[in-house]
């Protein structure tokens, strides 16, 4: 199993991995970067460099998978290859279509295929387990990924003190005794004052 961070590292938005092993490619979460305060609005796009995304290069990739519908997660969604499957949970599919119409940005036109807590699902070579986790995003999920004989674990946003607080739990008491890669989303690092 491979891993490339193709964006997400430095700050906090834009978030954007691959995984993959010698047959199969798999990118998580598309995000845009969130703008800075000072920034313009009519500021381009930034892409990430990852091959084959965009319809740039011969790589393929075998599908996307979406934690969830912010846009720092999901929104360079209309400009990736719609020939790549997007897996993404039910309702986050209708809000971001529904958005899109008063945006100005495209519904998505990739296959879909839903996210189903606990049910796992094969991808290539790897298997794809989705729970749903509690985030101010509705329709939230992290991703457990095995392939290999590797594990890793990739959070999305996560809260343990929403409504779905429970969910939070159960993905965390599912999770494997041996994680080989822990991919934990950081955005209230900042926040000291906070336990």
């Not at 100005?104 to 796992?120: D, V």
Request: proline share 5%; aromatic share 8%.
């Amino acid at each position: 199993m491979n891993l490339i961070v193709w964006r997400g590292t430095k700050k906090i938005g834009g978030s954007c991995l691959e995984v993959s092993s010698a047959t199969t490619r798999i990118i998580i979460d598309i995000g845009e970067v969130l703008p800075e305060i000072a920034v313009v609005k009519q500021r381009p796009r930034a892409l990430p460099d990852a091959p084959g995304l965009f319809g740039r290069g011969d790589r393929k990739i075998d599908a996307i998978l979406v934690s969830h519908g912010h846009g720092d997660h999901l929104g360079l969604i209309d400009l990736v290859d719609t020939e790549i499957p997007v897996f993404i949970g039910e309702k986050a599919l209708k809000i971001y279509n529904l958005t899109a119409q008063f945006t100005g940005r495209k519904p998505i036109a990739n296959p879909i295929k839903y996210l189903q807590s606990g049910q796992g699902f094969k991808i290539g070579d790897f298997t794809i387990v989705p729970y749903i986790v509690d985030h101010s995003g509705f329709d939230a999920y992290a991703f457990l990924l095995e392939q290999g004989g590797k594990t890793l674990v990739y959070t999305g946003d996560f809260r343990f003190h929403g409504r779905k607080q429970k969910a939070t739990e159960y993905f965390v008491n599912s999770l494997p005794d041996v994680i080989d890669v822990l991919l934990i989303e950081g955005t209230m690092l900042s926040r000291t004052q906070e336990k």
